[in-house]
């Protein structure tokens, strides 16, 4: 009774299924689970919801980082796009590339004014400035390297070519 | 001298790729056999030259020549002598010359083994498989010279970047290397079928191996690379859905589905237009991910040199590769008859449900990854897609990977009844369900994860016990015939039990950690104690000193549970001082139930109390002991005799006796 022909038909439907499926579920996280990066200019720019999750990145203004100030090992920094300041508090263990005046980029949320950071992102090579950080500097017209998004500025080659 | 030989090598390694690109292509279309059997010797002259120009390289780093350019930016006289030749591919230049060794090392295997491959399809092949390796010699050559000389020289180098300085990393990318290369062997066999219009089971059985390697080698890259991001960057996640880890999970869902209908076109002689589809786009997702790894397109935790030649370079050999296969498939595929007939609940059923559960889910991590770079160009707006897209829109699919794996497994082909596979499988589901029903009451009613997660996991473990006993037809015969049967049953299909017994065990770790993990950051004063989950760390001290190339800070805990001393921790903060990089080592105490993770952090500005961040991970270690004996079933199943290389050779030896 099954022939080829129903058979496909069979698989076909199946396929289409399951792609309806899987767009419903693309289309649904892509309006609730993706985050918006903004350097502090755009983030400052508008009103966000506290409990909207961001992104947001620039270069650590340097003289600003505060260790462990408080008893819940928080530490505070502020980033800046040459433009507009925001001040970060952070709970947690800073990556090891984490210095004033290197690009980094921090996801959490904005609470009156102040960005609390619940991840910053570590990147494996001190060279290495985020691509939106970079974007981000030569918007405001403060980025002083080569034109391509020259995420690489020192000794020719990021060092992890691994994927994985 | 050397070097400037090794950069020779690797020039004629190109015309030599060339040639072989074309000469055999022409011979079996035109029907001369010479020039089909050109392929071979061409093969195997191509993998000796550029082992030359590697292991050229190789002798670079290791005598630290450092009037070479990359010798100079990724080695240093400090350097231990093991990663002075991890150094060799711890590099852009290096590791693409590695791809291409690799390319070459397979192509000759086949040239070597293949006696038995019909003339017209090894010479195809072959010359695919050349195309190949001259596209990216090329990119090598003219974007990405390892060779490059400085002058003057330096008197020492700038040091390989310290995180890579660990042995899970300096044998991390060959085995991702491997697997992806291992697919552009079944791609170019599937070309090469196109070409000639006829799949059949004989090819099927040329494919399997390859595919099975590549999908080995990339399981264990993948899970060294999870491996090593949890012990060394010292933030306790194993998986980040980072573009550059997708980037290699793509391949290893589509090369996972392609494995198993490359058994339907074997057994069943069907399945062939999908199977080469599935090969076509493997080896394009590979590639893919190679352009997104070296590109840096999209922003990743992994740093990447930016240069834009390269990008162009590898957009074009991937724009060539996709288009030209699939324009051949579209022409060649309707002639690609399929003959076996299936009833839809029955195996053939089952793993064409496999292959679109795992195609649908390659196509969503696919959508997730590329995503940021479509939102930019639609309206510029800068998005990551990070865990809790792909929790919503990957894992559903997984879990009805794995409901459906156990009943899949049990069904006969052509025909089957699940109300029989159920009365099999009946008490594994009601274990797993109860499992779950108990962890749900004792966790009192919290997120639903752990229990679906556990009693997922448990149906898979158990579902393959169930098989087993299927197989060897149990509870009716006696114990006697069935341990025959089970010494008798062939390694294709106990590397089908471990594989998807392994694959439970890391669904298991997943859930457990995910739901059950205890994280803890605190400032804390030598001499302090605080509890953690049960355990009581005690921080006794903060020690300086010197490594082999590094300075560290070292923390000294040690841990009690019930007043017994469990485990003396000491994690590091070090600095390497030539890039003036810091790293942090975690100290982690591993067991089979749990792991406990202690990050030392920075010391506080003022007074001497230390950031300190605890873990307590419950199960972490079952995902990477999954990975493995998922790992360990695949090279099982490898050396079954009906799928071992050129095993049609090797036919006349008598069938060795299993039962001892």
Same mark, same amino acid.
């Given at each position: 009774?099954?022939?080829?022909?129903?058979?496909?038909?069979?698989?076909?439907?199946?396929?289409?299924?399951?792609?309806?499926?899987?767009?419903?579920?693309?289309?649904?996280?892509?309006?609730?689970?993706?985050?918006?990066?903004?350097?502090?200019?755009?983030?400052?720019?508008?009103?966000?919801?506290?409990?909207?999750?961001?992104?947001?990145?620039?270069?650590?203004?340097?003289?600003?980082?505060?260790?462990?100030?408080?008893?819940?090992?928080?530490?505070?920094?502020?980033?800046?796009?040459?433009?507009?300041?925001?001040?970060?508090?952070?709970?947690?263990?800073?990556?090891?590339?984490?210095?004033?005046?290197?690009?980094?980029?921090?996801?959490?949320?904005?609470?009156?004014?102040?960005?609390?950071?619940?991840?910053?992102?570590?990147?494996?090579?001190?060279?290495?400035?985020?691509?939106?950080?970079?974007?981000?500097?030569?918007?405001?017209?403060?980025?002083?390297?080569?034109?391509?998004?020259?995420?690489?500025?020192?000794?020719?080659?990021?060092?992890?070519?691994?994927?994985? | 001298?050397?070097?400037?030989?090794?950069?020779?090598?690797?020039?004629?390694?190109?015309?030599?790729?060339?040639?072989?690109?074309?000469?055999?292509?022409?011979?079996?279309?035109? *029907?001369?056999?010479?020039?089909?059997?050109?392929?071979?010797?061409?093969?195997?002259?191509?993998?000796?030259?550029?082992?030359?120009?590697?292991?050229?390289?190789?002798?670079?780093?290791?005598?630290?020549?450092?009037?070479?350019?990359?010798?100079?930016?990724?080695?240093?006289?400090?350097?231990?002598?093991?990663?002075?030749?991890?150094?060799?591919?711890?590099?852009?230049?290096?590791?693409?010359?590695?791809?291409?060794?690799?390319?070459?090392?397979?192509?000759?295997?086949?040239?070597?083994?293949?006696?038995?491959?019909?003339?017209?399809?090894?010479?195809?092949?072959?010359?695919?498989?050349?195309?190949?390796?001259?596209?990216?010699?090329?990119?090598?050559?003219?974007?990405?010279?390892?060779?490059?000389?400085?002058?003057?020289?330096?008197?020492?180098?700038?040091?390989?970047?310290?995180?890579?300085?660990?042995?899970?990393?300096?044998?991390?990318?060959?085995?991702?290397?491997?697997?992806?290369?291992?697919?552009?062997?079944v791609?170019?066999f599937a070309?090469?079928a196109?070409?000639?219009?006829?799949?059949?089971?004989?090819w099927a059985r040329w494919v399997r191996p390859w595919t099975?390697?590549?999908?080995?080698?990339?399981?264990?890259?993948?899970?060294?690379?999870?491996?090593?991001?949890?012990?060394?960057?010292?933030?306790?996640?194993?998986?980040?859905?980072?573009?550059?880890?997708?980037?290699?999970?793509?391949?290893?869902?589509?090369?996972?589905?392609l494995?198993?209908?490359a058994?339907?076109v074997?057994?069943?002689?069907?399945?062939?237009?999908?199977t080469?589809?599935?090969a076509?786009?493997?080896?394009?997702?590979?590639?893919?991910?190679?352009?997104?790894?070296?590109?840096?397109?999209?922003?990743?935790?992994?740093?990447?040199?930016?240069?834009?030649?390269?990008?162009?370079?590898?957009?074009?050999?991937?724009?060539?590769?996709?288009?030209?296969?699939?324009?051949?498939?579209?022409?060649?595929?309707?002639?690609?008859?399929?003959?076996?007939?299936?009833?839809?609940?029955?195996?053939?059923?089952?793993?064409?449900?496999?292959?679109?559960?795992?195609?649908?889910?390659?196509?969503?991590?696919?959508?997730?990854?590329?995503?940021?770079?479509?939102?930019?160009?639609?309206?510029?707006?800068?998005?990551?897609? *990070?865990?809790?897209?792909?929790?919503?829109?990957?894992?559903?699919?997984?879990?009805?990977?794995?409901?459906?794996?156990?009943?899949?497994?049990?069904?006969?082909?052509?025909?089957?009844?699940?109300?029989?596979?159920?009365?099999?499988?009946?008490?594994?589901?009601?274990?797993?369900?109860?499992?779950?029903?108990?962890?749900?009451?004792?966790?009192?009613?919290?997120?639903?994860?752990?229990?679906?997660?556990?009693?997922?996991?448990?149906?898979?473990?158990?579902?393959?016990?169930?098989?087993?006993?299927?197989?060897?037809?149990?509870?009716?015969?006696?114990?006697?015939?069935?341990?025959?049967?089970?010494?008798?049953?062939?390694?294709?299909?106990?590397?089908?039990?471990?594989?998807?017994?392994?694959?439970?065990?890391?669904?298991?770790?997943?859930?457990?950690?995910?739901?059950?993990?205890?994280?803890?950051?605190?400032?804390?004063?030598?001499?302090?104690?605080?509890?953690?989950?049960?355990?009581?760390?005690?921080?006794?001290?903060?020690?300086?000193?010197?490594?082999?190339?590094?300075?560290?800070?070292? *923390?000294?805990?040690?841990?009690?549970?019930?007043?017994?001393?469990?485990?003396?921790?000491?994690?590091?903060?070090?600095?390497?001082?030539?890039?003036?990089?810091?790293?942090?080592?975690?100290?982690?105490?591993?067991?089979?139930?749990?792991?406990?993770?202690?990050?030392? *952090?920075?010391?506080?500005?003022?007074?001497?109390?230390?950031?300190?961040?605890?873990?307590?991970?419950?199960?972490?270690?079952?995902?990477?002991?999954?990975?493995?004996?998922?790992?360990?079933?695949?090279?099982?199943?490898?050396?079954?005799?009906?799928?071992?290389?050129?095993?049609?050779?090797?036919?006349?030896?008598?069938?060795?006796?299993?039962?001892?």
């Amino acid at each position: 009774m099954t022939t080829k022909k129903t058979r496909r038909i069979q698989m076909m439907v199946l396929g289409a299924v399951l792609l309806g499926a899987s767009a419903l579920l693309v289309s649904f996280a892509f309006r609730d689970a993706i985050v918006f990066f903004f350097s502090p200019t755009e983030l400052l720019a508008e009103q966000r919801r506290p409990d909207q999750l961001l992104r947001v990145g620039g270069l650590v203004v340097t003289g600003s980082l505060v260790r462990g100030e408080s008893e819940t090992a928080t530490a505070t920094f502020e980033i800046t796009d040459g433009n507009a300041t925001v001040a970060v508090s952070f709970t947690g263990v800073l990556p090891d590339l984490f210095a004033e005046g290197q690009g980094v980029v921090t996801e959490g949320y904005l609470r009156d004014g102040a960005f609390v950071a619940t991840e910053v992102l570590a990147k494996h090579d001190e060279n290495y400035i985020p691509r939106e950080v970079v974007q981000a500097l030569k918007a405001q017209g403060h980025w002083e390297g080569e034109e391509d998004a020259g995420a690489d500025t020192g000794a020719g080659g990021g060092s992890d070519p691994y994927g994985g | 001298m050397i070097v400037e030989l090794g950069h020779f090598a690797l020039t004629l390694a190109f015309a030599v790729a060339l040639f072989q690109a074309v000469v055999p292509l022409v011979g079996a279309g035109r *029907g001369w056999a010479d020039w089909m059997r050109a392929a071979a010797p061409a093969a195997v002259m191509q993998f000796l030259l550029i082992g030359f120009a590697f292991a050229a390289l190789v002798h670079a780093f290791v005598t630290l020549d450092f009037s070479v350019r990359i010798v100079a930016e990724h080695s240093n006289s400090q350097i231990p002598v093991l990663y002075r030749v991890s150094g060799t591919w711890g590099n852009h230049e290096g590791s693409m010359l590695l791809l291409v060794l690799i390319l070459a090392l397979f192509g000759a295997t086949v040239a070597a083994f293949g006696r038995d491959l019909p003339l017209g399809l090894k010479a195809r092949a072959l010359s695919v498989q050349s195309m190949i390796a001259a596209a990216f010699t090329a990119f090598i050559l003219f974007t990405s010279n390892p060779f490059d000389r400085l002058s003057p020289a330096p008197l020492d180098g700038n040091d390989l970047n310290p995180l890579l300085q660990d042995i899970g990393l300096a044998i991390h990318p060959p085995f991702l290397y491997l697997g992806y290369v291992g697919l552009s062997m079944v791609f170019s066999f599937a070309v090469a079928a196109l070409i000639e219009g006829k799949v059949d089971a004989a090819w099927a059985r040329w494919v399997r191996p390859w595919t099975l390697m590549a999908w080995v080698m990339l399981t264990i890259g993948i899970a060294l690379g999870s491996y090593w991001a949890y012990y060394e960057l010292g933030w306790g996640g194993w998986w980040f859905w980072d573009p550059v880890e997708n980037a290699s999970f793509m391949p290893w869902l589509v090369a996972g589905a392609l494995l198993h209908s490359a058994i339907v076109v074997e057994k069943r002689n069907a399945l062939k237009a999908w199977t080469i589809l599935l090969a076509i786009l493997a080896f394009s997702l590979s590639l893919v991910g190679i352009f997104i790894v070296r590109s840096g397109v999209l922003t990743s935790v992994h740093a990447f040199a930016n240069d834009p030649a390269r990008g162009v370079f590898i957009l074009a050999i991937l724009g060539v590769t996709i288009i030209g296969s699939l324009t051949l498939f579209a022409w060649r595929a309707p002639a690609m008859r399929s003959e076996g007939l299936f009833q839809p609940v029955s195996r053939e059923g089952g793993l064409i449900l496999n292959n679109l559960l795992l195609a649908v889910a390659a196509a969503v991590v696919f959508t997730g990854t590329l995503a940021p770079l479509v939102r930019e160009f639609i309206d510029g707006a800068k998005i990551s897609v *990070g865990a809790p897209f792909f929790e919503l829109a990957f894992t559903p699919f997984m879990v009805l990977v794995i409901v459906a794996m156990p009943l899949g497994s049990l069904l006969p082909w052509k025909r089957g009844d699940l109300g029989r596979v159920m009365a099999r499988l009946w008490w594994a589901a009601a274990a797993a369900l109860a499992l779950g029903g108990v962890v749900w009451g004792l966790q009192s009613g919290e997120a639903l994860l752990a229990p679906v997660g556990l009693a997922l996991a448990a149906w898979l473990i158990l579902g393959v016990f169930v098989e087993i006993g299927a197989r060897i037809g149990l509870p009716r015969a006696s114990p006697g015939t069935a341990l025959g049967r089970l010494v008798r049953l062939p390694r294709a299909d106990w590397g089908k039990f471990l594989a998807h017994g392994g694959f439970g065990l890391s669904v298991m770790g997943i859930a457990a950690v995910t739901a059950w993990e205890v994280e803890d950051i605190r400032l804390a004063s030598p001499g302090e104690s605080y509890m953690l989950g049960g355990y009581e760390i005690h921080f006794d001290s903060v020690s300086d000193g010197q490594g082999p190339n590094y300075l560290y800070q070292r *923390g000294h805990f040690t841990v009690f549970r019930d007043g017994e001393v469990v485990a003396v921790m000491e994690p590091e903060k070090r600095l390497y001082p030539v890039q003036g990089q810091p790293t942090t080592e975690a100290a982690i105490d591993m067991g089979l139930t749990r792991d406990l993770y202690l990050v030392l *952090g920075d010391k506080q500005t003022t007074g001497d109390a230390w950031v300190v961040r605890a873990y307590l991970k419950p199960l972490a270690n079952w995902i990477w002991l999954g990975a493995l004996v998922m790992a360990i079933g695949g090279l099982v199943s490898l050396t079954d005799r009906r799928y071992r290389v050129g095993a049609a050779a090797r036919r006349a030896r008598p069938a060795p006796v299993a039962a001892e």
